[in-house]
């Protein structure tokens, strides 16, 4: 069975970067399936952030295109979130996620981390 | 990409049935039809319902149905039950390998 479990700070300044991981578990990061990241602001739906392949093709939302970067480590069996140039209105729960290869839904998540950005 | 939208909540008695909208646009749900929905209860990680519009994953109770009609997606609980309270999300493909996520709704069971 799959498990996903992020792991990062839960306080970060504004201006500074936001750095997240995403452990798996119960499955190999480089069979066929994407990885992603999904945020959750407080009150409010999710916004998907971006997936990544493990062979290194990545996929960002366009509105945060310029300061995401998605990354794999495969001998960790582990992804990464980078989220640079933070702000107040990035305050959210994040959550990984897996997106089967060729399909276009995500299951399953893991259960997010609250990150806030604040002085 | 504009959040799609879904009323903020809806309710209903235990038997009944609810239905939660989804609005998105011609180039999202209009255009693909791989809509998926989360149900999320307080402290939990968001569990998958339904997918590619109207498919339940395996273990998901088949009182759990979805439809689309347009621009418009739509997730039915027939013969509500208490555990069904919880947020619900909808999602659409949104064309080069991105995805919208829906504002989502809040189900009571009264």
């Known amino acids: 069975q799959v498990q996903l479990q992020e792991s990062g700070p839960g306080l970060v300044k504004p201006s500074e970067t936001l750095s997240l991981t995403c452990g798996v578990s119960?499955?190999?990061?480089?069979?066929?399936?994407?990885w992603g990241w999904i945020r959750q602001p407080p009150e409010m739906g999710p916004e998907w952030i971006g997936t990544m392949y493990h062979s290194g093709s990545t996929y960002y939302n366009p509105s945060l295109k310029s300061r995401v970067t998605i990354s794999v480590d495969t001998s960790k069996n582990q992804f990464s979130l980078k989220l640079t140039s933070v702000t107040a209105a990035d305050t959210a729960v994040y959550h990984c996620?897996?997106?089967?290869?060729?399909?276009?839904?995500?299951?399953?998540w893991g259960q997010g981390i609250l990150v806030t950005v604040s002085s | 990409q504009s959040a799609l939208t879904q009323p903020r909540s809806v309710s209903g008695s235990p038997g009944q049935s609810v239905t939660i909208s989804c609005t998105g646009t011609?180039?999202?749900?209009?255009?693909?039809?791989?809509v998926s929905w989360y149900q999320q209860h307080p402290g939990k990680a968001p569990k998958l319902m339904i997918y590619?519009?109207?498919k339940r994953p395996s273990g998901v109770p088949d009182r759990f149905s979805g439809s689309k009609s347009g621009n418009t997606a739509s997730l039915t609980i027939s013969g509500l039950q208490a555990e069904d309270e919880a947020d619900y999300y909808c999602?659409?493909?949104?064309?080069?390998?991105?995805?919208?996520f829906g504002t989502g709704t809040k189900v009571t069971v009264l």
């Open positions: 999602c659409s493909d949104a064309g080069s390998y991105t995805y919208v």
């Open positions: 996620a897996r997106r089967p290869s060729g399909r276009n839904w995500f299951d399953p």
């Open positions: 011609s180039s999202d749900i209009g255009y693909y039809n791989y």
């Open positions: 119960g499955y190999s990061i480089s069979s066929d399936s994407h």
């Open positions: 590619d519009v109207s």
